[in-house]
Nanobody
Framework: QVQLAESGGGLVQPGGSLMLSCAVS????????LGWYRQGPGNERELVAT???????NYADSVKGRFTISRDNAKNTIYLQMSGLKPEDTAVYYC?????WGQGTQVTVST
């Protein structure tokens, strides 16, 4: 049973934009803070952004002003709108809710 499923990764040039989506099972969606994490080459997994059931958001300092997390309560889906992308944003991006994780989606920022 898939509880979280990410989509929307890909290759983008520096300065470009990309939107990630994560379809979440209803039980997780309505009960847990949901978030995006990422793991770059040789790095540990790190927090990118979270959103509470009430819509309160939190961002890592490295993405503030560039990334926006949102949720669609009708679709049980969260999004990560990324703009002003930098090569250091290259990573596998994971969706999280409670103890559940998605399989990850690769984002590569390169010329």
């Amino acid at each position: 049973q898939v509880q979280l499923a990410e989509s929307g990764g890909g290759l983008v040039q520096p300065g470009g934009s990309l939107m990630l989506s994560c379809a979440v099972s209803e039980d997780i969606f309505i009960h847990f803070v949901l978030g995006w994490y990422r793991q770059g080459p040789g790095n540990e997994r790190e927090l990118v952004a979270t959103i509470s059931t009430g819509g309160r958001t939190n961002y890592a300092d490295s993405v503030k002003g560039r990334f926006t997390i949102s949720r669609d309560n009708a679709k049980n889906t969260i999004y990560l709108q990324m703009s002003g992308l930098k090569p250091e944003d290259t990573a596998v991006y994971y969706c999280n809710g409670g103890t559940a994780w998605g399989q990850g989606t690769q984002v590569t920022v390169s010329t």
